[in-house]
């Protein structure tokens, strides 16, 4: 391709962003939902939010699901001034075997997020693995609905876990789906601290 030919092709790109730009005016928070079977998913939430913590923003974290033993990210996050995290699960079902059990963390996971999502003070809460709460049953999401609906204008909101309820789809600003094509587990390579915990 010419020196020509590329600044003309890198110039419509830009007309195009710049006009795409220029219509976006609406400031407010966010919902965004993380979904699907890839890995990566808390990684890219807790990503954005080093990204907000790094602008002095103000954040939450509520794990529905881990909480059998210390991740690496809570072991780095966990000194961070502006950060609240919440470890609030028991770990993955198939290890508790105790569905009350389970229903009863969920719900209080889901207390404590409720209040945060009525505390303007937040800028981001991340809800990691709350998508299986409404898979299981452990918990209706018209409530959580209404609650993301009535949160203040300017908080953002990243929920992730494989499947989605329709209705929280329905209300998302962005949705984005990981797609699994190779996982190292299933190639026989153990889980290890670092990059699956």
């Known amino acids: 391709m010419s020196d020509d030919r590329h600044t003309n092709r890198m110039q419509r790109k830009k007309d195009v962003v710049d006009e795409r730009i220029s219509r976006a005016t609406e400031e407010r928070g966010v919902l965004i939902l993380l979904k699907g079977n890839g890995k990566g998913k808390s990684s890219?939430?807790?990503?954005?939010?080093?990204?907000?913590?790094?602008?002095?923003?103000?954040?939450?974290?509520?794990?529905?699901?881990?909480?059998?033993?210390?991740?690496?990210?809570?072991?780095?996050f966990r000194d961070q001034p502006n950060l609240d995290w919440h470890i609030m699960g028991q770990g993955f079902t198939w290890e508790t075997q105790d569905r009350?059990?389970?229903?009863?963390?969920?719900?209080?996971a889901w207390a404590v997020a409720k209040g945060l999502l009525e505390n303007p003070d937040y800028h981001l809460i991340v809800l990691d693995e709350m998508s299986y709460m409404f898979k299981y049953g452990y918990l209706d999401p018209l409530p959580v609905v209404e609650a993301l609906n009535q949160r203040p204008a300017h908080q953002n909101v990243i929920i992730t876990g494989r499947t989605m309820a329709t209705p929280l789809q329905e209300i998302a600003d962005t949705i984005s789906t990981v797609q699994d094509e190779r996982h190292a587990f299933r190639g026989g390579v153990k889980a290890q601290a670092g990059i699956e915990y």
């Open 100 to 108: 009350e059990r389970d229903i009863e963390a969920a719900q209080s």
């Open 44 to 76: 890219s939430a807790l990503g954005t939010m080093a990204r907000a913590l790094g602008h002095g923003q103000r954040c939450a974290v509520i794990q529905f699901i881990k909480g059998r033993r210390e991740t690496g990210e809570y072991l780095f």
